[in-house]
Structure formats: structure tokens, C-alpha cells
């Protein structure tokens, strides 16, 4: 049985943050902060995962990226950045 997780990475140097999913966090992971060579988050490295949910399926997984990359999920990824 797949699982899939949606993630927020933060990073301190730049306070920017960004929230994905994926079937395999770890490398995942390791994509965002050394093997990619393109896209957004390369730009601000290093990144550390201040956040992690599990879900049974990706569209559940889909849907709550979605949904924290709106306005009250913007608000629950500010309140964990707050708390670090």
C-alpha cells in the first residue's frame, strides 16, 4: 500500500518556506537540497522540514497541498515558522 506525505520545507537563511508531496520523503528531500538542478527551491538552500502529514492517497495528499498553499493554510504554515 502507496503512501503519501505533503511536506513543508523552511529555510531559515532566505524565510521562505514551500509545501509538496510525495510517495518518498527522504528522496524527496534530498532532490530539494542537493540532486535538483532546477526549479524553485535550489535557489534557497538549505532547506529542513519543519512539517510532515501522512495520507492513504494522493488525492488526499493533493488536496490538503492545495488547500495549504491558500489563504488559511498560508496562516497554519505562518504559525509553525512562528514557533520554530
Do not use: C
Amino acid at each position: 500500500m502507496d503512501e503519501f506525505v505533503v511536506y513543508i520545507l523552511y529555510s531559515k537563511q532566505f524565510h521562505k518556506n514551500y509545501t509538496g508531496y510525495t510517495s518518498n520523503l527522504i528522496e524527496r528531500f534530498k532532490s530539494h537540497n542537493y540532486y535538483g538542478t532546477k526549479g524553485y527551491t535550489i535557489k534557497y538552500r538549505p532547506w529542513e522540514v519543519i512539517h510532515v502529514e501522512f495520507f492513504s492517497s494522493k488525492a488526499e495528499a493533493l488536496k490538503r497541498e492545495k488547500y495549504l498553499k491558500m489563504g488559511a493554510g498560508r496562516e497554519f504554515i505562518k504559525n509553525i515558522i512562528s514557533n520554530l
